[in-house]
């Protein structure tokens, strides 16, 4: 998964600095992969110091279990704090996007949601739950030097934390969908941003099973060996979220694989066929070089700046249709009607689209 999930990172990275400049959104997914990278690599070294082994096991010591434990503890940060940045990086994408005030509200609202559950809870918990601090991996501290809150407090924080991710995975795979239902696509390009965004209820999966595996963790005694699972899927849930959430800005390197995996009848309906005028979605505060064309009675012609978006955001929405059937990525497409005269009883109307 670490590499999977770094290679689909630099990717994005690659083709975001081809596009255009990279954004806020592509700085903190590299930030949330630097973070996976390094609690999975962590895991892995927990898994050498003696994770999966059973207590009775005569490899145990009381400095390899301090040593273990702290290394444990560490690596849940980097995978805690790494999943709340990689959704930063979604919200920040999302944000980037000329969406409707209402979906933006959303959006903020998910922001608010994932800095309170994601973040501010989970260092209370890391942070808050026992004193000092070094009680929490080293065994050898003990009552009344060591004093923490009742354990019903971490496992509620650890609870919220799993439903958050739940929550915030829902919104993501299904806002987007529902706002295509208001602008004109091909059938084609809204079938792959459906499964793009849709993708996200793999990690809504993952998010269950990790939290039916820490639910089965409670009241064991073989900690070290019962916690594995939950270790795995917890690492699988951020890596796969990574993959997930730079599939949107690689949709059209994934369209060839769509239009061999979903039928042909999916993409031969009639918003394709029936020469509609296309719709795009701007991205929010970009501005573009497309000119428009209008010509007058005389043959003569001029090109006005007008207003778009070229900006790599807007990948996941473009190849619409234009007119004669053909891909077009001019975005939003607007009909406009002059009235070219030299007599005010010969009037000329001119269109452009």
């Not at 999975?40 to 999966?52: K, R």
């Not at 919220?160 to 295509?180: E, F, G, M, R, W």
């Not at 949709?251 to 979903?262: A, P």
Request: aromatic share 10%; with cysteine; hydrophobic share 45%.
């Amino acid at each position: 998964m670490l590499a999977i999930s770094t290679a689909f990172t630099i990717w994005r990275l690659v083709v975001r600095f081809r596009m255009s400049q990279m954004s806020w959104s592509d700085w903190l997914m590299l930030l949330g992969t630097i973070m996976n990278d390094a609690g999975i690599s962590l895991a892995i070294t927990c898994g050498f110091a003696g994770t999966g082994r059973l207590l009775r096991d005569p490899f145990w010591n009381i400095e390899r279990m301090v040593y273990n434990n702290h290394l444990t503890f560490a690596s849940q940060l980097l995978n805690v704090y790494g999943m709340f940045v990689v959704k930063l990086s979604i919200c920040a994408y999302l944000l980037a996007l000329n969406f409707s005030k209402r979906y933006r509200k959303v959006i903020w609202g998910t922001v608010a949601f994932v800095t309170v559950f994601n973040f501010l809870l989970p260092v209370t918990q890391h942070f808050g739950l026992c004193r000092p601090l070094a009680s929490r991996w080293d065994i050898t501290i003990v009552a009344p030097i060591k004093q923490c809150w009742p354990q019903i407090v971490r496992i509620g924080i650890a609870y919220t934390q799993a439903i958050s991710n739940i929550v915030t995975d829902l919104v993501y795979a299904t806002a987007p969908i529902a706002y295509l239902q208001s602008i004109q696509l091909s059938r084609q390009t809204q079938w792959s941003v459906r499964a793009v965004f849709l993708m996200s209820l793999v990690c809504t999966t993952i998010s269950a099973l990790k939290l039916w595996s820490f639910q089965l963790l409670q009241d064991q005694t073989e900690t070290y060996y019962e916690s594995v699972s939950l270790s795995i899927w917890s690492t699988t849930e951020v890596s796969i979220g990574i993959v997930v959430a730079n599939l949107p800005p690689l949709r059209k390197s994934f369209d060839g694989m769509f239009k061999h995996i979903l039928p042909a009848a999916i993409f031969s309906g009639k918003q394709s066929s029936s020469r509609l005028k296309s719709f795009n979605l701007p991205t929010y505060g970009s501005q573009s070089a497309r000119r428009s064309k209008i010509e007058g009675r005389s043959g003569r012609s001029e090109r006005l700046p007008s207003i778009a978006d070229n900006a790599s955001e807007r990948a996941i929405l473009e190849d619409i249709e234009n007119q004669d059937g053909a891909k077009s990525s001019s975005g939003i497409m607007r009909t406009t009607q002059l009235m070219v005269s030299n007599d005010p009883a010969d009037k000329i109307p001119t269109e452009r689209h």
